[in-house]
């Protein structure tokens, strides 16, 4: 119901965009969030915006460089990431829970994307 898109390769200090689409019901009503992953790692919070999208909130790692954003009437959310690093190199997940949650913690969200890999080259 959630599908990541828009990983890739990319040099350090390039740009990637994430997509996260909803399907199968809408999402219009959650708070979303952006997870990552890197090899032998837990999850780790990147991003995360209410359902008006009127309230973001980022990891301090990414904090300046990566933009949460959402458009409801096309049941997405996206991931601008800028200036990436080596250590931005992960699997990425979008990720749904309840607005009321709005949390930074992998276990209180819902639903799950597959996934989307990102690798940064130095």
């Known amino acids: 119901q959630l599908q990541a898109s828009g990983g890739g390769l990319v040099q350090a200090g390039g740009s990637l965009r994430l997509s996260c689409a909803a399907s199968?019901?809408?999402?219009?009503?959650?708070?979303m969030g952006w997870f990552r992953q890197a090899p032998g790692k837990e999850h780790e919070f990147a991003a995360r915006?209410?359902?008006?999208?009127?309230?973001?909130g980022y990891a301090d790692s990414v904090k300046g460089r990566f933009t949460i954003s959402r458009d409801n009437a096309k049941n997405t959310v996206y991931l601008q990431m800028n200036s990436l690093k080596p250590e931005d190199t992960a699997v990425y997940y979008c990720?749904?829970?309840?607005?009321?949650?709005?949390?930074?913690?992998?276990?209180?969200?819902?639903?799950w994307g597959q996934g989307t890999l990102v690798t940064v080259s130095s």
């Open positions: 990720a749904a829970t309840s607005d009321s949650v709005y949390s930074r913690e992998p276990t209180d969200y819902d639903h």
């Open positions: 199968g019901r809408t999402f219009s009503r959650y708070a």
């Open positions: 915006i209410t359902w008006s999208g009127g309230n973001t």
